[in-house]
């Protein structure tokens, strides 16, 4: 289940451009780091079109399972933040790539930056 779960997190990540393809493992490797778990299997089936709320919620009543955290608003609300940090990029490349966007259109660059298309 947990590496079923995991896999569509990551999915999520490459189909909302959160993280390149080439990123897929170490992104993979963050979150079993979350769980302090050193197994996974690679699912057979492929993930498309993958709801966020439903995974996060799978997510989320594994580290309940495992006594990661206590099932409260805040504490859910926290781990799914931890969580979420390991699809995000780094400060530095978000810079990169706004300043390197601005320099073509700023407007366009800010609009991506907000809004994500």
Do not use: H
Request: charged letters at 30%; glycine letters at 2%; proline letters at 5%.
């Amino acid at each position: 289940m947990l590496s079923e779960s995991i896999a569509k997190l990551v999915q999520y990540g490459v189909e909302t451009e959160l993280i390149p393809e080439c990123e897929r493992n170490y992104t993979t490797n963050l979150l079993l780091d979350v769980f302090y778990e050193d197994d996974y299997t690679a699912p057979e089936q492929e993930f498309q079109n993958i709801e966020l709320e439903k995974v996060l919620d799978e997510l989320l009543k594994e580290a309940i399972d495992r006594g990661l955290i206590e099932d409260s608003v805040v504490y859910k609300d926290l781990f799914d933040t931890r969580l979420m940090n390991c699809l995000m990029p780094r400060p530095a490349e978000v810079q990169t790539t706004f300043w390197k966007k601005y320099g073509e259109n700023p407007k366009a660059a800010c609009r991506r930056f907000y809004f994500k298309p």
